[in-house]
């Protein structure tokens, strides 16, 4: 009873129960279970999606629907801009009738709380720091902010510096985990089997290089860097795999006539020992070229074109490298480059020694190495965490 009266007072010095504002057209609800992500930052968003992709991995019906705080049009395809004011949460709730709330991060709201409190839904809270704690209006109130954050039922702290803020300011020490991040992970990209093991025996001991997704501007980088790192590899392989794939025969035209030994993928269905380039211009799934690779360069870094997920190169075990332009994949490139899991380079003119220096296995495997510890460290905690939900689902929806 006192927990509750603590939020009661509190929404009431806030004045929040007297906001207005109606619920926006919301898409139909699908079938299934439903789990409310509450994020507050679009960075949040990826991370989500990882773990819907998580939850549904058995093939149940559990569909994740987002929230932002302050939501912009851009992310229309990913979040739902959050409710605001009492009428538009119940709505929202009663519309979608989510059988748990997750929390991403901070910014607790009173009213939002309360209402969901209200609702009986279960919440907890993930990525969990004392980060803006202290910009929660009205949190004078005596006990509110202890209220607040024993309403969740599980509290997953970022690290063990953050779990004694959080007891500090009110959480109960036996809901909190001390987790680290839930971070987005790119799924296994797949691939034929057969069809590795066949182009692998092909390719023998021969050293390789993919660009993936290269865009037609940067042919002349392509070729300079092949050139450039063949000095150390002479039977050095440049497999790239065009964007649009309709721009192969051209491709394939000019690096003839630079001197290239070139073949299609349509016309030679594996690369010869004289082959210097193979160029994609078929339809299979990149996880098979990343599987065949060890270095992968992401097309379109160098000059601004859209790029693949470095993820799920890295995922797959190959180094990679990237110019300045990764958007939209930013974060996930800032986690690599930190960790010293990936190669950066700024121009062109930087391609070819930077694959030549990556020829030396120990090299590429401190790289993949890395980089494979950024991807499961954030895969561990986000299958900790959808392990819990889901157990508490069975015991939840009929």
Not at 64 to 93: C, D, H, M, S
Not at 157 to 184: C, F, K, N, S
Not at 332 to 338: F, I, K, P
Not at 364 to 376: F, R, Y
Request: hydrophobic share 45%; proline share 6%; net charge negative.
């Amino acid at each position: 009873m006192a927990r509750s009266l603590s939020i009661a007072a509190y929404v009431a010095n806030l004045g929040s129960a007297e906001q207005s504002g109606k619920l926006i057209a919301q898409p139909p609800r699908p079938k299934g279970t439903i789990i409310w992500a509450r994020c507050c930052d679009p960075d949040q968003l990826t991370a989500v999606e990882t773990l819907e992709r998580k939850l549904s991995v058995d093939g149940d019906p559990i569909h994740v629907v987002a929230t932002l705080r302050n939501w912009q049009a851009e992310y229309a395809a990913r979040a739902l801009p959050e409710p605001q004011g009492k009428e538009a949460i119940r709505a929202f709730v009663a519309h979608w009738r989510p059988a748990m709330c997750v929390w991403v991060k901070g910014d607790l709201d009173p009213l939002l709380m309360a209402e969901i409190r209200s609702a009986s839904l279960l919440s907890i809270l993930v990525d969990a720091t004392t980060e803006g704690l202290e910009n929660v209006a009205g949190r004078w109130v005596p006990g509110a902010m202890r209220s607040m954050l024993s309403q969740f039922e599980a509290v997953w702290a970022l690290d063990q510096a953050a779990a004694d803020g959080l007891v500090r300011a009110g959480t109960p020490e036996d809901t909190i985990l001390v987790t680290g991040a839930m971070e987005d992970c790119a799924p296994t990209l797949p691939c034929d089997e057969t069809e590795r093991s066949d182009l692998a025996h092909a390719i023998g001991t021969r050293p390789v290089w993919l660009a993936a997704a290269a865009q037609a501007d940067e042919w002349d980088d392509l070729c300079i860097a092949q050139k450039i790192a063949s000095r150390t590899a002479h039977r050095l392989l440049s497999i790239i795999v065009p964007a649009d794939p309709k721009v192969a025969a051209p491709m394939a035209d000019q690096m003839r006539q630079l001197g290239f030994q070139v073949a299609l993928r349509s016309e030679q269905y594996d690369p010869s020992d004289v082959t210097q380039i193979y160029i994609v211009d078929t339809e299979e799934e990149l996880g098979l070229w990343y599987r065949i690779a060890p270095i992968t360069y992401m097309g379109g870094t160098l000059h601004g074109e859209t790029c693949c997920d470095p993820f799920e190169a890295t995922a797959l075990g190959s180094a990679v490298l990237y110019g300045p332009h990764v958007a939209p994949f930013q974060r996930r490139a800032a986690r690599l480059t930190e960790a010293g899991a990936s190669r950066f380079i700024q121009t062109g003119a930087e391609l070819g020694p930077a694959i030549e220096s990556l020829l030396s296995v120990d090299k590429t495997a401190q790289l993949a190495h890395n980089a494979w510890d950024v991807t499961s460290r954030g895969a561990n905690v986000t299958n900790r965490i959808a392990a819990f939900i889901q157990l508490r689902l069975e015991e939840l929806v009929p």
